[in-house]
Antibody
Framework: QVQLQESGPGLVKPSETLSLRCTVS????????WSWIRQPPGKGLEWIGH???????SYNPSLKSRVTISVDTSKNQFSLNLSSVTAQDTAVYYC??????????????WGPGTLVTVSS | EIVLTQSPGTLSLSPGERATLSCRAS???????LAWYQQKGGQAPRLLIY???SRATGIPDRFSGSGSGTDFTLTISRLEPEDFAVYYC??????????FGQGTKLEIK
């Protein structure tokens, strides 16, 4: 079955760029929307942005100036870059696949998440 | 931005009891755009309900969703030990923008 796996550094210095990758296995990245969502320790969930397999993107307005999401269909991967990070960006970062049809507005499948800590 | 407020913050019940979780939106939400998730400690959230009342694949029928406009409910008809977790509602707005409620913790009484 389809599985998602986040990868990337677990520690990023303040003011630097956080870069994560999500690898999709067991299925194609085509024909779905793919999102990044984060959760600070002990807190709730925040949507960061999404990308369609064609490359079209949408971002959370509160993060838009610092976020770039891209897709590499040849590798079945999509990526997140978050620039100028601060301690407030410390969180578990999840990649997720949207559903189809009426389920497209929810997150049907999630990766296990990766903790990224921003600290010098 | 639509704000989702979940209540109660914590719900203490016993296995076998019925759980009713509330999600109230600051503006009307389309019926296609309201979902519920379950999250257990150290795990990713799991989709339970989408489109207000459609169960996701593999979700037991003791979970049901209802509501419209600004008031939505997740009901667990008869609690099993594995149901004790944190539950989040989530909505989509056409900006596009997705927002989550702050969560309800369902704990064993």
């Amino acid at each position: 079955q389809v599985q998602l796996q986040e990868s990337g550094p677990g520690l990023v210095k303040p003011s630097e760029t956080l870069s994560l990758r999500c690898t999709v296995s067991g299925g194609s990245i085509s024909s779905y929307y793919w999102s990044w969502i984060r959760q600070p320790p002990g807190k709730g969930l925040e949507w960061i942005g999404h990308i369609y397999h064609s490359g079209s993107t949408s971002y959370n307005p509160s993060l838009k100036s610092r976020v770039t999401i891209s897709v590499d269909t040849s590798k079945n991967q999509f990526s997140l870059n978050l620039s100028s990070v601060t301690a407030q960006d410390t969180a578990v970062y999840y990649c997720a696949r949207h559903g189809h049809g009426s389920g497209a507005f929810s997150f049907e499948l999630w990766g296990p998440g990766t903790l990224v800590t921003v600290s010098s | 931005e639509i704000v989702l407020t979940q209540s109660p913050g914590t719900l203490s019940l016993s296995p076998g009891e019925r759980a009713t979780l509330s999600c109230r939106a600051s503006q009307s939400v389309s019926s296609s755009y309201l979902a519920w998730y379950q999250q257990k400690g150290g795990q990713a959230p799991r989709l339970l309900i989408y489109g207000v009342s459609s169960r996701a694949t593999g979700i037991p029928d003791r979970f049901s969703g209802s509501g419209s406009g600004t008031d939505f409910t997740l009901t667990i008809s008869r609690l099993e030990p594995e149901d004790f977790a944190v539950y989040y509602c989530q909505q989509f707005a056409s900006s596009p923008m997705y927002t989550f409620g702050q969560g309800t913790k369902l704990e064993i009484k």
